[in-house]
């Protein structure tokens, strides 16, 4: 696994394979990566306000995952490179749910209560992002 850290330091990059060609399209897409770190950052300062006693976690983005856009595991959240080709209220859904996760770790009603205060459900538009997020289940 190689890591690229010419992003903000609690960004981390991780490319799973050993194509170059990832790399330099990482290199070309830094501007994109700026924009998630930015759509992250608002994210996380709506998030924090909420739950002050929430650790900010590490936000990986990875060339690959295997099922999910996103995924908590601990004090990390990562999220798949494809992301950055997805609308804002996507990219925002997306964060928000995963940061929803350091509350609560499953997909109980009461996970969905937190994701609520950040993402107005349920709406139809709401619904098609999560139903969208779902299919990369």
């Known amino acids: 696994i190689k890591t690229i850290n010419s992003i903000p330091k609690d960004i981390t990059i991780i490319n799973n394979s050993e194509d170059l ?4 399209m990482i290199v ?4 994109e990566w700026q924009t998630l770190y ?3 950052e608002e994210c996380w300062k709506t ?3 909420k739950f002050p006693y929430v650790k900010r976690p590490e936000i990986i983005i990875s060339h690959k995952l295997k099922k999910y856009d996103g995924l ?8 798949t490179d494809r992301a950055v080709k997805e609308s804002l209220k996507f990219q925002k859904h997306l964060i928000f749910h995963e940061l929803s996760h ?3 770790a499953n997909h109980s009603s009461n996970f969905y209560d937190v994701l609520g205060m950040f993402v107005p459900l349920p709406t139809p538009i709401n619904l098609d ?5 779902r299919s990369h289940l």
């Open 38 to 40: 930015s759509v992250y």
């Open 21 to 24: 060609f990832w790399e330099t």
């Open 72 to 79: 908590c595991y601990g004090d990390k959240i990562k999220i």
């Open 102 to 104: 350091l509350v609560h």
């Open 47 to 49: 998030f924090s306000a």
């Open 28 to 31: 070309n897409r830094f501007n």
């Open 129 to 133: 992002i999560e139903q969208k997020w």
